[in-house]
């Protein structure tokens, strides 16, 4: 199924929206409105149009099919997905991505847009909440995945730590000077990082685990005792002054912990899995028509 990683390329965007307005668009549009010009010969909207549907329209009418489907068994059955629902899934993808910056660059590599995001997310959420009743994962099952993950059920020791971003050392030396006659860590960020992100927040970079910084910054900054700030520390970006707040220590794999993200893991690829079968199985109650796939 992978309706979350149906990120739609520009061209497929434009399509769906195309497709969407039915046949009265290419009545809206003259042949002579011009998408593009080689050597002076006009490109038409109504070529475009017509490129688009013969690549992509097939498949793409498919999906608007399949999704309406999806909305028509949630309306009989009563289920749909809380605006609230939605924004707590969002929330978690931007946590994955380490941050709200890196989740819109994230949007902007794939083409696509929040508002696409929500709509993928939201059709998924619905099939969710259609096939997981008909679903079963079994305690053998549960335990049999954590064994063969186990790595990625480990926690790594973390550290939460700010840091000071200045473009030379004399600048860094001049801020660490500050900070040892007893100058306020936050209030220096502010007047003197160069990081964007984090100089109002007082260089905040939140608990990271070892091997998710560059080299020189992760050496120092788990070199580190609680409340010890570091000489400066230069690396490609500039010169830091880091600063560790608290530590977590690493923890080994623990089912029991485990147990509620495997359930969902194991939950999301059965889903996944079945959810064509699932379709295959409604699209007979429904009579459909794809004239660009027939043809």
């Known amino acids: 199924m992978s309706l979350l990683k149906q990120h739609k390329k520009t061209v497929l ?34 070529e475009l149009y017509s490129e688009l549907v013969a690549q992509y329209g097939a498949a793409t009418v498919d999906k608007i099919i399949s999704d309406k489907i999806v909305a028509a068994e949630a309306k009989k059955q009563k289920v749909s ?10 929330e978690k993808l931007k946590a994955s991505y380490g941050g709200e910056d890196a989740f819109n660059q994230a949007l902007e590599s794939k083409n696509t847009t929040l508002a696409f995001l929500k ?6 959420l ?17 335990k049999t995945y954590f064994d063969e993950n186990k790595d990625s059920f480990a926690k790594a020791e973390q550290i939460k730590a700010s840091h000071i971003l200045v473009a030379d050392e004399k600048t860094a030396n001049e801020v660490l000077q500050k900070l040892n006659d007893g100058g306020d ?7 003197y990082s160069t990081d964007d992100s984090t100089k109002d927040s007082g260089g905040d970079l939140g608990y990271f685990a070892k091997g998710t910084m560059v080299t020189e910054f992760d050496d120092a900054a788990f070199g580190l005792a609680v409340n010890q700030v570091s000489k400066p520390v230069k690396t490609k970006y500039g ?33 996944e899995s079945e959810y064509t079968t699932w379709l295959e199985a409604k699209k007979k109650n429904y009579k459909i028509e794809n004239t660009l796939e027939e043809a």
């Open 119 to 124: 709509q993928d997310l939201k059709n998924y």
């Open 126 to 142: 619905t099939v969710k909440k259609l096939l997981e009743p008909e679903i079963t994962i079994t305690d053998e099952e549960m």
């Open 13 to 46: 965007i434009i399509l769906v929206l195309l497709i969407t307005m039915g046949i009265s668009l290419s009545f809206a549009l003259k042949k002579d409105e011009t998408v593009a010009k080689l050597n002076g010969e006009a490109i038409s909207k109504d």
């Open 239 to 271: 010169y830091h002054i880091i600063k560790v707040e608290a530590k977590k220590e690493a923890q080994e794999a623990n089912y029991n912990d485990s147990k509620d993200k495997i359930k969902a893991t194991l939950l999301d690829q059965k889903i």
């Open 185 to 191: 860590f936050a209030k220096l960020a502010k007047e």
């Open 81 to 90: 997905v809380k605006a609230s629902e939605l924004t707590n899934e969002i």
